[in-house]
């Protein structure tokens, strides 16, 4: 497709693909709206960072470079250790396949045009950041203290009732609670629902469910058939990181308590593909293959990364920035349920490595939304069962399932359409 067609598709979908490269520029506010049927995604509440004015003259990114450059003479560099040598190897080896899809990105006259627009709301206007609403939620103290069980989300049923031709219908709500901890909480319906917890209002995207829980109670979620199981599976744990300000934003676990995840009794019968978000630690990433995977039944097929930039396509720290690399990872295996020779799974299409998604990150290290891309390499009919652990929102079709799963489903990240 020409450059025309790419912008048009990624207007409506969210997915601007890069002619002949493995690289997909990814707007995470487009993607998600296809969950919604009465509301939309607030792009001024998600994109709250790295929207500074994109006004870098060349001149300006000299100095700045030459500026940091000196900074890090300053600092007096450390030698690096044998597992730090050994992540820098990891890293030199992915920068050319990384700055390769930059390229592509700073090529596309037409998306970069767009880059700086995918802020405005749709009244024309972007609203000031948002700031932290004192009587915002935090679902994790509230799911650990003992009245937990007993809190009640109520959902809001709503029944239309179309009168005349003229679509003019009168809303007959009915409200239904059922616990918010520890319960699956499906809206299985069309259409977006409403539910209110406490005093606050939640925004339930149609054939959307979560399960809201400590990763002690999550055999909750276990179907009870394997046939009920789920074909992608999306993780993104809280690992532990050592850095204080990312601490503050939820609380991490160390890494054996995720060994004992139950992904084989989570998956289907039919297989999964299962997609883990890491870091760039190089323990980590020994720990995932040693490890992890063996543990879960999962063979290892590919790893894929996320680049972040900012709004004029720079990425957001320099690429060689040793505890900031501007990229994630993300690893991704097959688990091959009860027949590892089944005809499914023969039929698959393999998943390709070294995949590139770029995206303008939103704020709280939200990751962006990549089951759509993943999809043609999922096991079992269709539609595909989907899961995300950890998860801090929700999507249409999908289940998610962690302490917070509510987290960005508040309705002040959204707009009534
Ligand atoms: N993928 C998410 C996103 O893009 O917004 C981010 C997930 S974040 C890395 C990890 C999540 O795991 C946080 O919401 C955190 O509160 C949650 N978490 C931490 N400890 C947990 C536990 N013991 N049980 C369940 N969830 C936990």
Redesign the pocket.
């Known amino acids: 497709p020409n450059n025309n067609q790419n912008l048009s598709t990624f207007i409506k979908s969210g997915f601007y693909y890069f002619k002949g490269s493995n690289t997909v520029f990814i707007d995470p506010v487009r993607v998600l709206n296809q969950s919604y049927t009465q509301f939309t995604v607030t792009p001024s509440a998600y994109y709250s960072r790295f929207f500074e004015p994109n006004r870098r003259t060349d001149e300006h990114l000299i100095i700045s470079e030459h500026k940091r450059k000196r900074k890090r003479k300053e600092k007096k560099v450390r030698e690096l250790n044998e597992r730090e040598q050994a992540a820098d190897q990891r890293h030199q080896r992915v920068k050319p396949l990384l700055m390769k899809a930059l390229e592509c990105l700073l090529e596309a006259d037409d998306l970069l045009l767009n880059l700086g627009k995918l802020r405005i709301d749709d009244c024309g206007t972007f609203e000031p950041k948002l700031t932290v609403e004192s009587d915002e939620q935090s679902?994790?103290e509230l799911?650990s203290v003992w009245q937990a069980p007993l809190f009640e989300i109520s959902l809001h049923i709503n029944q239309d009732h179309r009168l005349t031709q003229d679509c003019i219908f009168v809303q007959n709500c009915e409200k239904r609670n059922v616990p918010a901890f520890g319960c699956l909480v499906a809206n299985d319906t069309n259409s977006d629902m409403e539910a209110d917890f406490l005093n606050r209002r939640y925004v339930i995207p149609k054939q959307s469910s979560f399960y809201m829980?400590?990763?002690?109670?999550?055999h909750g979620l276990i179907p009870g058939k394997h046939e009920c199981g789920f074909n992608l599976i999306?993780i993104?744990?809280?690992?532990e990181n050592g850095s204080a300000n990312q601490k503050l934003?939820?609380?991490?676990?160390p890494n054996r308590?995720f060994l004992s995840l139950p992904i084989q009794r989570l998956a289907h019968a039919d297989g999964a593909v299962i997609a883990l978000?890491v870091t760039n630690k190089e323990k980590l990433r020994i720990f995932v293959e040693k490890d992890l995977f063996p543990k879960w039944g999962v063979k290892y097929m590919a790893t894929h990364y996320w680049l972040k930039v900012k709004a004029d396509g720079s990425l957001i720290s320099e690429l060689d920035l040793f505890h900031h690399r501007p990229y994630e990872c993300l690893i991704l295996g097959y688990y091959y349920g009860k027949d590892e020779d089944s005809e499914h799974l023969s039929k698959l299409k393999s998943i390709p490595d070294c995949q590139v998604y770029i995206s303008i990150p939103?704020d709280?290290?939200?990751?962006?939304p990549i089951g759509e891309i993943l999809r043609e390499y999922i096991p079992g009919l269709e539609p595909a069962r989907c899961l995300?652990?950890?998860?801090?929102?929700l999507l249409g079709g999908w289940t998610s399932?962690?302490?917070?799963?509510l987290?960005?489903q508040d309705s002040r990240y959204f707009t009534r359409k």
């Not at 993104?236 to 690992?239: F, R, V």
């Not at 934003?249 to 676990?253: C, E, F, I, S, V």
């Not at 399932?401 to 799963?405: A, K, L, M, R, Y």
Request: without cysteine; aromatic residues 20%.
């Open positions: 679902f994790v799911g829980s400590d990763l002690k109670q999550i999306v993104d744990p809280p690992w934003k939820y609380p991490t676990l308590h978000w939103g709280y290290s939200r990751k962006p995300e652990l950890f998860a801090r929102e399932w962690g302490n917070e799963p987290r960005f």
